[in-house]
């Protein structure tokens, strides 16, 4: 791989690329990293080799970019989340910016001659079924498409992807990570705020186990994959566990118990104070534990900061 003199990082004013963005202007002096959002920074960053662009996501603008800053790399953290239940129009715009927005920057990245791309997905997109494995492997079928319509696009988003980087391996290096639960103060997410309400029902006949890395262990391991991974897919996630209960201890002060069968009925009566998404009810039943060994052994110097306690009860602050 040539010298990378520059870096672009889509989606630089969500929580987690912003500690990326942070991470990446310091230990990287000599490279230019430039920020694009369609959102104001959330924190500005003063270093001389960062620059922030706030720009909309069309061909034009992103095509502006490619060219007149000779992008070498890019960081693609700009998925719109499923965070709440959303309205036709909403959807709408998720689909463009997911799937159209993420095929016109894999596009792009070809034509300009980028030499690496990496990809934040999620681990969502193996679904939560009763009869997943205990650690779910990065070559396992992606079934949350089958049960859940909101996760379509970011399952069809991550096949896009996956799909192009075996297509054009030979041209340039391209990196799928599937993150498992990030969470952390800067993150804003679906299980964040599950965790944190205090009126969120927890199934009193189903206890799942979950994995969770703090965002700032996140920023580090994306950072990381610049120069020391290849391509491929990978999951992230620490080998230790935590069950859903101990979790929502660890971080709220109190829960709402209910049996499972009266969970969905339950479910729309939060959603009047609280709006989330349908699947989260089949992710708060069933576990979706993955195997994050394949990325590891690419990183043997990298040690998560936070074991899984530490970064809930971070969120209790």
Not at 42 to 64: C, L, M, Q, S, W
Not at 290 to 314: C, H, N, V, W, Y
Request: with cysteine.
């Amino acid at each position: 791989m040539k010298e990378i003199k520059s870096v672009l990082i889509i989606g630089a004013s969500g929580g987690l690329a912003n500690i990326l963005c942070g991470i990446i202007t310091r230990k990287y002096p000599n490279i230019k990293i430039i920020g694009v959002d369609t959102r104001n920074p959330r924190v500005k960053i003063t270093a001389p080799n960062f620059e922030f662009v706030r720009i909309k996501y069309t061909r034009g603008n992103f095509e502006k970019i490619f060219r007149e800053r000779n992008i070498d790399a890019l960081f693609h953290l700009g998925r719109m989340s499923h965070s709440k239940s959303t309205s036709q129009s909403e959807i709408e715009e998720r689909l463009n910016l997911n799937l159209i927005g993420t095929n016109k920057i894999l596009e792009l990245a070809l034509k300009y001659q980028l030499q690496k791309v990496i990809v934040l997905s999620t681990h969502h997109v193996y679904g939560a079924l009763s009869d997943n494995p205990v650690f779910i492997k990065e070559d396992a079928p992606l079934r949350a498409s089958i049960k859940y319509p909101e996760l379509r696009d970011v399952t069809e988003m991550d096949s896009i992807c996956t799909n192009w980087m075996w297509k054009y391996k030979d041209q340039l290096q391209t990196i799928v990570l599937r993150p498992c639960n990030i969470i952390g103060p800067q993150i804003n997410n679906t299980i964040s705020q599950y965790l944190r309400s205090s009126i969120a029902p927890i199934p009193i006949d189903f206890n799942p186990t979950f994995q969770f890395i703090h965002e700032l262990d996140m920023a580090s391991i994306i950072s990381e994959c610049l120069f020391n991974v290849e391509t491929g897919i990978y999951n992230v996630a620490p080998e230790e566990t935590i069950t859903l209960k101990e979790a929502k201890e660890l971080v709220a002060h109190s829960y709402v118990p209910f049996p499972v069968s009266i969970l969905s009925p339950v479910a729309k009566i939060v959603k009047k104070l609280w709006t989330f998404p349908d699947y989260l009810i089949d992710y708060i039943k069933h576990p979706c534990i993955i195997d994050g060994r394949e990325l590891m052994k690419r990183l043997p110097d990298s040690e998560f900061r936070f074991t899984t306690k530490q970064a809930l009860k971070l969120l209790r602050l």
